[in-house]
């Protein structure tokens, strides 16, 4: 059985200290003591969120390239804690979200656990939780959320991490939690889905913002179909079928405009994003980055990396 010494809590964060804070706030009071909180600063332009994780007295590292996936991979790179777990810098953490993640982790064909993210504002009206076991890899477009999983740290290291190409601050703004789900099923772990675990999203996109969110999840969702599809061509053909189909029923069935352009601009980036991933060269599972952003370096002398 694994206990709170054996897990790191990661948020990866970019300018946005404000909501960081409050997030390193939720944590400290909802979480067991000994479980180790790391922040990864994802190219942030000033040293506030270096200033948040000092204030909050929990572990911090900076990389000066930006992109949610390349922090990630940081984040799995600076523990050494058998078992991560990812959150956003926009969600609170609740009371006893990490009990069940540590107690799943006793069975040891588990690869992931995940948690469920519900909007704060609906939170009262949320249907209750119930506990899954997923096998196969099309079961990983199903298998929970980047605001709220948890991996065997040297599976995924031994994975190779996450792809780099995807997920927020790239072309590809999404499906770097999905991809990374697909390729521990593909490796023959079981992701257990415990959505009686959460947490709380506090932040909400709006207008264009909204819009541009669902169309870098298409192209990305887009991108991570490509893998499949050059590489085992019957699940990725059934997964683009899976993610179009999903996104056109969204698309019909939404009346609020606001949500039904996001479910649009989702269901055409797909494609998209399918035919401009298969241009990209390949190693393996992971995209070769080959337009990687550049370095944000901070002027000052101070530690890129340090500990409470």
């Given at each position: 059985m694994y206990g709170p010494g054996d897990l790191a809590v990661i948020v990866c964060s970019r300018d946005r200290a404000a909501m960081l804070r409050e997030a390193l706030r939720s944590i400290a009071q909802a979480t067991p003591a000994g479980v180790e909180v790391l922040v990864v600063d994802s190219g942030s332009r000033t040293d506030e969120t270096r200033g948040a994780a000092r204030e909050a007295s929990v572990g911090y590292v900076r990389s000066d390239v930006p992109g949610l996936s390349i922090a990630r991979n940081v984040g799995l790179a600076s523990t050494e804690r058998p078992l991560v777990l990812f959150t956003d810098d926009d969600c609170v953490a609740v009371p006893g979200w990490v009990d069940g993640v540590l107690a799943h982790f006793a069975d040891e064909q588990v690869g992931a656990v995940t948690g469920r993210m519900l909007d704060h504002t609906l939170v009262a009206g949320a249907a209750p939780g119930r506990v899954e076991r997923l096998t196969g890899v099309l079961r990983g477009i199903d298998a929970g959320h980047g605001a709220f999983m948890?991996?065997?740290?040297?599976?995924?290291?031994?994975?190779?991490?996450?792809?780099?190409?995807?997920?927020?601050?790239?072309?590809?703004?999404?499906?770097?939690?999905?991809?990374?789900?697909?390729?521990?099923?593909?490796?023959?772990?079981?992701?257990?889905?415990?959505?009686?675990?959460?947490?709380?999203?506090?932040?909400?996109?709006?207008?264009?913002?909204?819009?541009?969110?669902?169309?870098?999840?298409?192209?990305?969702?887009?991108?991570?179909?490509?893998?499949?599809?050059?590489?085992?061509?019957?699940?990725?053909?059934?997964?683009?079928?899976?993610?179009?189909?999903?996104?056109?029923?969204?698309?019909?069935?939404?009346?609020?405009?606001?949500?039904?352009?996001?479910?649009?601009?989702?269901?055409?980036?797909?494609?998209?994003?399918?035919?401009?991933?298969?241009?990209?060269?390949?190693?393996?599972?992971r995209f070769v980055d080959v337009d990687r952003p550049a370095a944000i370096a901070l002027a000052g002398a101070w530690s890129a990396t340090e500990q409470p």
């Open positions: 948890a991996f065997r740290r040297e599976l995924m290291l031994g994975l190779g991490g996450f792809d780099e190409v995807l997920g927020a601050g790239r072309r590809f703004a999404g499906a770097e939690d999905l991809d990374a789900f697909c390729r521990v099923l593909a490796a023959g772990y079981a992701i257990v889905s415990d959505t009686t675990a959460t947490v709380h999203h506090i932040f909400t996109r709006a207008d264009d913002d909204h819009i541009a969110l669902y169309r870098g999840y298409g192209l990305g969702a887009g991108a991570m179909t490509d893998k499949w599809i050059r590489t085992r061509p019957l699940i990725g053909l059934a997964m683009a079928g899976l993610l179009i189909g999903r996104a056109a029923v969204a698309a019909v069935r939404w009346s609020d405009p606001r949500e039904r352009a996001a479910r649009l601009a989702l269901l055409t980036a797909i494609p998209r994003g399918i035919a401009a991933a298969s241009r990209l060269p390949r190693r393996g599972a």
